[in-house]
């Protein structure tokens, strides 16, 4: 079955960097785009950045320049290089891949203050 497990959250220091870790199992990762998706309190779920199969990324407005995308597939993980941070970037984030049904990781906490 497929498994998405999120680890790298923490607390952070505003202007400082953060890296997220999605380790993927049950279905073939190379395959698959995968996704980043955080939630801060009180707010939907938005999405922060996409990886496709061939590498290609994008990102959402509030994270560009910021953040970095990437992925290992020979690790069957993806990343989430956070730069640069704001306290507006605390949220709980999340590791997603749809494969018809979309599959979600258990989330990490990430909370940037001074």
């Known amino acids: 079955q497929v498994q998405l497990v999120e680890s790298g959250g923490g607390l952070a220091q505003p202007g400082g960097s953060l890296r997220l870790s999605c380790a993927a199992s049950g279905f073939t990762f190379s395959r698959y785009a995968m996704n980043w998706y955080r939630q801060a309190p009180g707010k939907q779920r938005e999405l922060v950045a996409t990886?496709?199969?061939?590498?290609?990324?994008n990102y959402g407005d509030s994270v560009k320049g910021r953040f970095a995308i990437s992925r290992d597939n020979a690790k069957n993980t993806v990343y989430l290089q956070m730069n640069s941070l704001k306290p507006e970037d605390t949220a709980v984030y999340y590791c997603?891949?749809?494969?018809?049904?979309?599959?979600w990781g258990q989330g990490a906490q990430v909370t940037v203050s001074s």
């Open positions: 997603n891949v749809n494969r018809g049904t979309a599959y």
């Open positions: 990886i496709t199969s061939l590498g290609n990324t």
